[in-house]
Nanobody, 127 residues
Framework: EVQLQASGGGLVQAGGSLRLSCAAS????????IGWFRQAPGKEREGVSC?????????YYLDSVKGRFTISTDNAKNTVYLQMNNLKPEDTAVYYC???????????????????WGQGTQVTVSS
């Protein structure tokens, strides 16, 4: 059974930090790219960052999180992390992780690219 378990969300003040985790199971982790998305109330889900295991490199960051968020992976644990620093109220959203076998890195920011989705974890940043 394919599972993507996102965790680590919470309530934090502006300027604070959180680390999200996405634990994957049920599929060959090394063959998939793992993306982080977020969805704020009333807004579309947007791609935040993506890690491509095929070449061991980060493929992209959303412009608004560059320099504040860092994606990383622990292949031994089949887990992808999203370290979020200097959080802002506009980062408030439900954060989801997702997995795709696509090799087309230019498509990683699009939700339709992904085959599997986790349940989401709430991040709330107070001002």
């Amino acid at each position: 059974e394919v599972q993507l378990q996102a965790s680590g969300g919470g309530l934090v003040q502006a300027g604070g930090s959180l680390r999200l985790s996405c634990a994957a199971s049920g599929f060959p982790f090394d063959d998939y790219a793992i993306g982080w998305f977020r969805q704020a109330p009333g807004k579309e889900r947007e791609g935040v960052s993506c890690w491509s295991s095929s070449d061991g490199s980060t493929t992209y960051y959303l412009d608004s999180v560059k320099g504040r968020f860092t994606i990383s992976t622990d292949n031994a644990k089949n887990t992808v992390y999203l370290q979020m620093n200097n959080l802002k109220p506009e980062d408030t959203a439900v954060y989801y992780c997702a997995a795709t076998r696509s090799i087309y890195t230019g498509q990683y920011k699009y939700t339709a690219t992904y085959d599997y989705w986790g349940q989401g974890t709430q991040v709330t940043v107070s001002s």
